[in-house]
């Protein structure tokens, strides 16, 4: 008789899980041959020295280091144009696969949904592998830096922000995103399917799709995002929150974002009586957002703390040219727990920008929207009346509403994330509370090829991970991981 034995599945060199900003600066990265010598990794000689466990920044600021002329960078555009059939083989070994199945979808609908207009991030973020400068060599190559970029003046005294001092509109910076897309030929690159299992074979991983399609992969990278875990106050603790979103009656910002526009407005419909919970960015635009609908809108926005006004979402220092003497700083920590201190610190809670809360002091002026500083809700009561909640804040006051929108951020928990938290238990890896300690080349730990993007990086790439520098800077590390296992 003959018995065949099953010929092995093939091997998938690299499965991405994400199509957003992190994915897609990784991707372009691994198509891109070019060196930037802004890489930002303690390895990188040309900008950091390493000496006993200690890093030193080579350079008081970026700047210092001879910036590339618009030319070179011209260049570096020009060469990568004619690597199409290089950059054909590579993309033979890649597959990125995404619910949404286009690039950044997910961005391009917080930033709808939430009607943003303008980045928080200057010109220096943003996905482009060739120059931390190639946003604004665009630019300036077009002509449209004074109509697309909006300036800011809130830290023109401050020493350690030497800019940049513009931020891109929103529509410039997706142009330029989808240039880069156009670029290295990624428009069809991703795969609409949604992961819903992991396994780790002996040597590869078995991705299950929800559609039960099985890929085997080598490498896995898991760039989810940061919307995976929602974060609730203890008050709603009591309430099923699929069923109080199923009525309309409940909301977490993640699901604001996420929805497409037609099921978020059936979910809004005509409510006009609207308590927002939050502090930070977001919670802010959603109240704006509530308020631009309808100018009957009436919005209550509680905040546990007063509201922070800053520029960026972490110290100023970490986002300009100067940034590379924080990371070197960061670097030489040894100690995990202090790693993470200085990135809570460095982040310090939520914040919103100055051009947000002149526009949240509009909202009030209009009588639209009540602010409540230092305040929470204590209690909730359903009712039968036309307004179903009844909101009972702990300074005693009461509101009804017609709707609650949780705006009080995700959490970052590996063990609660729905596909890392798969592999952690039958892994080796370290962990600072809810954060792996990711390796340099950002594994989950040093014997599995399963390599982790935005927030879940945070351990190496310091308080802006999770953010567009944090994109370019983890698709550095891992292309150049990957690049050398598989002898690129
Ligand atoms: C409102 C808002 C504004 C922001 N503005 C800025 C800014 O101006 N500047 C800045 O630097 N940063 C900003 N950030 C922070 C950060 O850059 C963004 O959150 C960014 O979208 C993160 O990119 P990402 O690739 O990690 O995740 P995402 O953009 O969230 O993409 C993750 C993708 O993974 C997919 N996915 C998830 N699970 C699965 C699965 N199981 N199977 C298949 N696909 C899956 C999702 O469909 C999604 O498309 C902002 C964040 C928010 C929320």
């Known amino acids: ?101 286009t690039w950044c979808a997910q961005w391009d609908q917080q930033f709808k949904n939430l009607g943003i207009t303008v980045l928080r991030s ?51 910076y997706r142009q330029f995103t989808q240039q880069v897309i156009r670029r290295y030929g990624l428009q ?45 106050p203890e008050v709603f603790s009591a309430y099923d929150k699929e069923r109080c979103l199923v009525r309309g009656l409940l909301l977490h910002s993640c699901d604001y974002m996420k929805m497409s526009p037609e099921n978020l407005d059936a979910v809004l419909g005509a409510k006009r009586r609207i308590v927002v919970v939050g502090g930070g960015l977001t919670s802010a635009h959603i109240a704006l957002s509530l308020c631009s609908r309808s100018l009957q809108t009436n919005v209550i926005f509680v905040a546990r703390k007063p509201l922070q006004v800053k520029p960026f979402d972490i110290d100023s220092r970490w986002m300009g040219t100067q940034r590379n003497i924080q990371l070197a700083k960061y670097w030489s920590i040894r100690s995990p727990e202090q790693r993470f201190k200085l990135i809570n610190e460095t982040r310090g809670g939520g914040s919103i920008t100055p051009v947000v809360w002149e526009n949240l002091q509009e909202a009030r002026e209009r009588q639209q929207l009540t602010l409540l500083e230092d305040t929470e809700i204590v209690d909730l009561e359903v009712t039968l009346n036309a307004a179903p909640w009844n909101v009972i804040l702990n300074t005693g006051e009461e509101y009804a509403a017609d709707l609650i929108v949780v705006s009080t951020g995700t959490e970052t928990n590996v063990h609660h994330d729905p596909l890392l938290s798969q592999l952690v238990e039958e892994s080796t890896a ?55 296992q598989l002898e690129w």
């Open 188 to 232: 069809d690159k991703v795969e609409k399917k949604t992961l819903v299992k992991i396994r780790k074979s002996e040597d590869h991983f078995e991705l299950e799709f929800e559609t039960g399609e099985r890929v085997f992969a080598k490498n896995v990278v898991l760039g989810c995002g940061p919307l995976c875990v929602p974060h609730w």
């Open 1 to 101: 008789p003959c018995t065949m034995t099953p010929s092995p599945p093939p091997l998938l060199p690299i499965a991405i899980i994400g199509s957003g900003p992190h994915a897609l600066a990784l991707v372009c990265k691994l198509y891109e041959e070019s060196v930037d010598p802004f890489e930002e990794n303690p390895a990188n000689a040309k900008l950091f020295r390493q000496h006993d466990g200690k890093v030193t920044s080579k350079y008081k600021g970026l700047k210092a280091l001879k910036s590339e002329t618009r030319g070179a960078i011209r260049k570096k555009l020009k060469v990568t144009q004619g690597r199409r059939a290089e950059m054909r083989r590579i993309s033979s070994h890649i597959r990125v696969f995404d619910t949404r199945g």
């Open 430 to 484: 370290l962990y600072q509370d809810r954060f792996p300690l990711v390796t340099e080349d950002l594994r989950l730990n040093v014997e599995e090829n399963v390599f982790l993007l935005g927030v879940y990086a945070s351990y190496q790439l310091g308080p802006g991970a999770l953010n567009l520098m944090g994109a370019r800077a983890g698709a550095a590390r891992i292309s150049k991981a990957l690049k050398q």
């Open 122 to 172: 200057a010109l220096n973020a943003h996905v482009d592998p060739t120059s931390w400068e190639a946003l604004e060599v665009d630019l300036n190559e077009r002509k449209d830096r004074e109509r697309e970029t909006v300036e800011f003046h809130e830290l023109d005294a401050d020493k350690s922000y030497r800019g940049p001092f513009q931020l891109p509109t929103s529509r410039r």
